[in-house]
């Protein structure tokens, strides 16, 4: 009996114990049970979330994909208008270039006409110069012939100073011949004469018709005035710096050498040189003239006041 009950007490104490770890795995249990619950009820809760997340981004992606479409469809739109411009842009540039080229094809033929323009103008233009050259020489030669025209012409003009002082003597000597004496209480009479009406290669003077004697004052006025003199300059022509005035009538009895020279001055004072400005003026204008007197020297015309 002792071993039955042992068996029963141990048996007793192995359910006790079994109990026991059952107890023990039915509060496991339990606890587990409660954590379950509350992860079912998190994951329902993240679930939920999610879910909302889920509806919210399919919402955000539903207007993304219609704005991403109408962007689709104006770049379309654009992308259509741009070829069209571009094909008419293209066209446009094509008969451009078109025109362009038979513009430069006109461009050439003119180039090649103003090339030949331009040669032959080149040609003329060497032609010219030649022919400049040749016309100073011409005119270089003509100058030199001009020098030694002036030359002679001033030799002329100095004989011919010398030549009507000669006959300004002649003819007062003559005139003294020819006058009688006359008596110291006579008076002298003055003589009005004027300028022959005839050309200037005639005699300039005319033969008084009565001829008076001179005194002896007045012959010693007369042989004192006889020679011009030496410092004067040896053509009087040139000159016009002398007044005209105040000696028209000429005193017969006073007549003298000095004043036959001064008549014959003023009646051929405008036969002057040119001078060096007009000489400098000849051969500065060379190529404007080829003619041996270029400019006409108005000191060489007769003014009207000295026509006779």
Sequence with gaps: MRDKLEDAEQKVAEFQDELDDREERLEEITILKSALLKLKTARHAEQEKHRRQLAALSDKLDLVIASSQDANAQAKLQIEDAQAHFSARQSTIMRELAMAQRDR?????????????????????????????????????????LDDLKAERDQALQSKYFLFTRMAELNCSLRRKRSPPASKSEKPKTKRYRRAKSSPGKSMLSEPSVSRPLSSEQSEASDSAESPPRSASPNPFGSRS??????????????????????????YRHLTLPSDVELRSLSGNRRRSTSMFPVQNPNLLIPPSEYP
């Design 105 to 145: 094809g006109a461009i050439k033929v003119e180039r090649d006409r103003f090339a030949v323009r331009i040669s032959g103008l080149m040609v003329q233009r060497d032609r010219l110069n030649r022919n400049l050259a040749d016309r100073d020489v011409d005119c270089s030669q003509l100058v030199k012939k």
């Design 242 to 267: 002398l007044s005209s005035e105040g000696s028209e009538f000429v005193d017969h009895n006073k007549s003298s050498s000095a004043e036959t020279v001064i008549h014959f001055w003023r009646r």
